[in-house]
């Protein structure tokens, strides 16, 4: 075992709200469906401080999208970054 999963764990239990309040332009989130490490109940704690522009889901991903679905990340940042441009 390394020290690595603690430290996510707390990350995961890390208060959002001053860091929410401190984004000054519209934003998206982009969340694996399958985020063991960032629930995707998490969402409900951001909007409940910060409304985003766009909530972007990808199917079957977990924490790092990027890596295990490379294309639809790439879609789903195109998607977000659409949604947060748009007035």
Known sequence: ATALGPAVASVARADLEPELRRIGVA?????????????????????AIREPRAIVRIDDAGHIPQIEFPQRFADAVLEALAAVTDS
């Open 27 to 47: 934003f998206a989130l982009l969340w694996g469906e399958r985020d063991r490490l960032m629930p995707i109940s998490t969402i409900e704690r951001i909007r």
